[in-house]
């Protein structure tokens, strides 16, 4: 069965750190791009970051230079680095994989990310 499991999430002041994790079981990360998303309530969902299978990273203008996101394929876990963290990162974090091998594709939304996980809640208070 093909899951991904994240976890880390919590309360945090402005201005402190947080490293989310995601657990992957089955071969979901094999050769494929993994990216981490967040959805704030009444919003839309975005993308806060890829990561190719060659470990390139790509980030959100708004995350850029204190987010970072880590993959280890022998263990199956993404993680994500928080660093500086703003009201306004507070969400539901989701890791997921895409449907490619070779690319990311569109992580705006990630319409072309096709595996889940449940989510972890991040709350960043003033």
């Known amino acids: 069965q093909v899951q991904l499991v994240e976890s880390g999430g919590g309360s945090v002041q402005a201005g402190g750190s947080l490293r989310l994790s995601c657990a992957a079981s089955?071969?979901?990360?094999?050769?494929?791009?993994m990216g981490w998303f967040r959805q704030a309530p009444g919003k839309e969902r975005e993308g806060v970051g890829v990561?190719?299978?060659?470990?390139?990273?790509n980030y959100a203008h708004s995350v850029q230079g204190r987010f970072a996101i880590y993959r280890d394929d022998a263990k199956n876990t993404l993680s994500l680095q928080m660093n500086s963290l703003k009201t306004e990162d507070t969400a539901m974090y989701y890791c997921?994989?895409?449907?490619?091998?070779?690319?990311?594709?569109?992580?705006?939304?990630?319409?072309?990310?096709?595996?889940w996980g449940q989510g972890t809640q991040v709350t960043v208070s003033s």
């Open positions: 997921a994989a895409s449907r490619f091998t070779s690319r990311c594709g569109d992580w705006s939304r990630g319409t072309d990310f096709v595996n």
């Open positions: 089955g071969n979901i990360m094999n050769n494929r791009c």
């Open positions: 990561i190719g299978r060659d470990g390139t990273s």
